[in-house]
T-cell receptor, first 114, second 113 residues
Framework: GAVVSQHPSWVICKSGTSVKIECRSL??????MFWYRQFPKQSLMLMAT?????????EQGVEKDKFLINHASLTLSTLTVTSAHPEDSSFYIC??????????FGQGTRLTVV | AQTVTQSQPEMSVQEAETVTLSCTYD???????LFWYKQPPSRQMILVIR??????QNATENRFSVNFQKAAKSFSLKISDSQLGDAAMYFC??????????FGAGTILRVKS
């Protein structure tokens, strides 16, 4: 199956700093990537849709200036959490709908803001 | 808006027994896929089974099978011969062709030895 590599798997940062999370498609080209956020024992909530070569589409209630998404190539999408605060601590997962019948997920990134 | 509902926050099953996880969804679209994903403690999302909406035949994958009722918008997952390794969070998801997935709240499955 297709491989989506997400990095880092966990990160701790200080409040007020920015953190970048990378999501790479290793053996396929991903024109679209989806970024989800997951709180402990809760569901995956879509934050934004990342489109190669164009601006991301954000879900209602997601601050686009706080969660910057860049999809500069067909194999790399990045999510930058800017001026992170403790409430941004969460699990972030990227996904690509490689085929109609399956979505592949990165390993996820556990972000802790202290 | 499309929604996916999993009404069982937690389920328990004895090893080797059968358990059914329920899922309902709401959509006005006619072409879509339904999925069950497993999320173990590692939090890596693992595809368990999928069903294309236009196919009437229920999907099966070894010990996993679904009961897909399109008119009722119901998509339950049956796990037969439950194993300790089946313990995880299970998410039901809906997705139109090539688009984002909408997830249910999840069901924590505990397997007792």
């Amino acid at each position: 199956g297709a491989v989506v590599s997400q990095h880092p798997s966990w990160v701790i940062c200080k409040s007020g700093t920015s953190v970048k999370i990378e999501c790479r498609s290793l053996d396929f080209q991903a024109t679209t990537m989806f970024w989800y956020r997951q709180f402990p024992k809760q569901s995956l909530m879509l934050m934004a849709t990342s489109n190669e070569g164009s601006k991301a589409t954000y879900e209602q209630g997601v601050e686009k200036d706080k969660f910057l998404i860049n999809h500069a190539s067909l194999t790399l999408s990045t999510l930058t959490v800017t001026s992170a605060h403790p409430e941004d601590s969460s699990f972030y997962i990227c996904s690509a709908r490689v085929r109609q019948d399956e979505a592949f997920f990165g390993q996820g990134t556990r972000l802790t803001v202290v | 808006a499309q929604t996916v509902t999993q009404s069982q926050p937690e389920m328990s099953v004895q090893e080797a027994e059968t358990v059914t996880l329920s899922c309902t969804y709401d959509t006005s679209e006619s072409d879509y896929y339904l999925f069950w994903y497993k999320q173990p403690p590692s939090r890596q999302m693992i595809l368990v089974i999928r069903q294309e909406a236009y196919k009437q035949q229920n999907a099966t994958e070894n010990r996993f099978s679904v009961n897909f009722q399109k008119a009722a918008k119901s998509f339950s997952l049956k796990i037969s011969d439950s194993q300790l390794g089946d313990a995880a969070m299970y998410f039901c998801a809906w997705g139109p062709y090539g688009n984002k997935l909408v997830f249910g709240a999840g069901t924590i499955l505990r397997v007792k030895s």
